[in-house]
T-cell receptor
């Protein structure tokens, strides 16, 4: 089983709202990732967590706040977003950060900011 | 991580083999070559990866040249469902952060 589950699949939020995206895996993976993908563009790395600690932040604005409460769960908290933040948000996981381990992706959460 | 170069788009006839090339001339010895594909509006799907040797699985074959500066992904019998964007990614390097950085990829169109 190589399943990464993301919820919700679709989210519409106003610019003053606070919402969260959730990602879950039960494969015993200890590295988890958030990516952002705009239409017709490749996915862009946002954050990397390793053993529940934030190890990489690709200069993401503070209105995006990641959280890894345990080894199976990764959240992305959203606050005061802009319309240009509308995108597909992808979660991924792998056993650990060793480059020979495959990274598996979820189906993504479509976010629309109005 | 080393940069990759892929053709922007390719066509393939249904039932024929699809051969997708990738150049990674600056690859270093401990970097892996990964292939993912993304069908419209879905998450990227892992296909295959390799370090030095050729690899085969139920989806595809990966042929890596002896100098490791290029590789080819082979889908042996392409179907319409293989129409997607295919990403060749080099991952690893001295920092070994485990990042997976996507380039622009190749849009493969499988035609009846």
């Amino acid at each position: 089983d190589t399943e990464v589950t993301q919820t919700p699949k679709h989210l519409v939020m106003g610019m003053t709202n606070k919402k969260s995206l959730k990602c879950e895996q039960h494969m015993g993976h200890r590295a988890m990732y958030w990516y952002k993908q705009k239409a017709k563009k490749p996915p862009e790395l946002m954050f990397v967590y390793s053993y529940e600690k934030l190890s990489i932040n690709e200069s993401v604005p503070s209105r995006f706040s990641p959280e890894c409460p345990n080894s199976s769960l990764l959240n992305l908290h959203l606050h005061a977003l802009q319309p240009e933040d509308s995108a597909l948000y992808l979660c991924a996981s792998t056993l650990n950060r060793y480059s020979g381990n495959t990274i598996y992706f979820g189906e993504g959460s479509w976010l629309t900011v109005v | 991580d080393a940069k990759t170069t892929q053709p922007t788009s390719m066509d393939c006839a249904e039932g024929r083999a699809a051969n997708l090339p990738c150049n990674h001339s600056t690859i270093s010895g401990n970097e892996y070559v990964y292939w993912y594909r993304q069908i419209h509006s879905q998450g990227p799907q892992y296909i295959i990866h390799g370090l030095k040797n050729n690899e085969t699985n139920e989806m595809a074959s990966l042929i890596i040249t002896e100098d490791r500066k290029s590789s080819t992904l082979i889908l042996p019998h392409a179907t319409l469902r293989d129409t997607a964007v295919y990403y060749c990614i080099v991952r690893g390097g001295s920092s070994n952060t485990g990042k997976l950085i996507f380039g622009q990829g190749t849009t493969l169109q499988v035609k009846p």
